[in-house]
């Protein structure tokens, strides 16, 4: 059965003060990994896709990294917008079944 | 464009009423999923469509039934609603072929007393 396994399941930060998310994951044949953003009340919105271990990804202040067992999610000089849910999940398998989730970070960014 | 829409926002329900719930897509992807978003959790998927009259069971399907008879459409029902479906219901859809990311609607906050 595949896992996901997020951590920290919360973090606050000073704005500013670079960090990382870590996301675990046992999986048998990774078809690729997923990072969303999740605000209160709304629906997760893609961020990035990773495939292959070494891959890295980047959006404004945010740089997403693959390796065989975890995925970091490094955010740089964050602002209090950056605040919101991060959730990271696994497609795996042959088949055309669902995403499996983390349960999350909910990161926040104080002034 | 409008990606992916739900339909209702938020519902009450009482234990043993049924509703569906509608998810829209304008985006002309062949897969579709439900999934289910409870605190402490995270998103399990319900049930999901790889085509217009197909359908499948994913993690969590007790208790629910879908249909998908129209492309861009994809229906959730409940039967008889019960507490332990309080949740907050998200619907997913996804082109063929890689990447396979998945476009979340803005989700229906459900409600069962």
């Known amino acids: 059965e595949d896992q996901v396994t997020q951590s920290p399941e919360a973090l606050r930060l000073q704005e500013g003060e670079s960090s990382s998310l870590n996301c675990s994951y046992t999986?048998?044949?990774?078809?690729?990994l997923f990072w969303y953003r999740q605000d209160p009340g709304k629906g997760p919105e893609f961020l990035f896709t990773?495939?292959?271990a070494g891959e890295e990804k980047e959006k404004e202040r945010l740089k997403a990294t693959l390796t065989k067992k975890e995925s970091f999610l490094h955010i740089t000089a964050p602002k209090p917008e950056d605040s919101a849910t991060y959730l990271c999940?696994?497609?795996?398998?042959?088949?055309?079944?669902?995403?499996?989730f983390g349960k999350g970070t909910h990161l926040i960014i104080q002034p | 464009n409008a990606g992916v829409t739900q339909t209702p926002k938020f519902r009450v329900l009482k234990t043993g009423q049924s509703m569906t719930l509608l998810c829209a897509q304008d985006?002309?992807?062949?897969?579709m999923y439900w999934y289910r978003q409870d605190p402490g959790m995270g998103l399990r998927l319900i049930h999901y469509?790889?085509?217009?009259?197909?359908?499948a069971k994913g993690e969590v399907p007790d208790g629910y039934n879908v249909s998908r008879l129209k492309k861009q459409n994809f229906l959730l029902g409940l039967e008889s609603a019960a507490p332990s479906q309080t949740s907050v219901y998200f619907c997913?859809?996804?082109?063929?072929?890689?990447?396979?990311?998945?476009?979340f609607g803005p989700g229906t906050r459900l409600l069962v007393l």
């Open positions: 999986v048998s044949g990774l078809r690729g």
């Open positions: 469509s790889v085509g217009e009259g197909t359908t």
């Open positions: 985006m002309n992807h062949e897969y």
């Open positions: 997913a859809s996804r082109r063929t072929g890689a990447p396979e990311t998945q476009y």
């Open positions: 990773l495939y292959s």
């Open positions: 999940a696994s497609a795996s398998g042959g088949g055309a079944d669902g995403l499996t």
